[in-house]
């Protein structure tokens, strides 16, 4: 059993980092808005996170996925799974598994309002230092 725990922690610790590494791959490319949400207690969540944020011209949407694309290759060796709405920049997601990422042109975020929809997990905001 003591395994067990050694591997979940682990795995914890890994999302974690993953996670800060997606916010500040966000930030660097002055991103918006920039929020966690821990989606691990909620029973009916698709994945462990959502990271999200807004930018206010796709040609911004379409480089925080690039760079979030590389900074998860380079730092946390991942690949992105699944990626959609490349394509108009509106709202785009990468898909890591444990790990969803929503990057929203800034109406489009204020009219899915992600953040209300999943009220019950656990924020953390991300600000440039």
Request: aromatic share 10%; net charge negative.
């Amino acid at each position: 059993m003591k395994n067990s725990n050694a591997t979940q922690n682990q795995v914890e610790l890994n999302d974690q980092f993953e996670v800060k590494t997606i916010a500040e791959a966000m930030l660097e490319k002055k991103a918006k808005g920039v929020v966690s949400l821990d989606l691990r207690n909620i029973g009916t969540s698709i994945s462990d996170y959502f990271v999200i944020c807004n930018a206010d011209s796709t040609t911004q949407v379409v480089a925080i996925s690039d760079y979030v694309e590389e900074m998860m290759y380079k730092k946390c060796k991942r690949d992105v799974v699944r990626m959609q709405g490349r394509e108009n920049a509106f709202w785009i997601i990468l898909d890591y598994t444990t790990i969803v990422v929503h990057i929203f042109l800034t109406e489009y975020r204020e009219f899915y309002r992600l953040e209300d929809l999943w009220a019950d997990s656990a924020k953390t905001v991300y600000e440039e230092e």
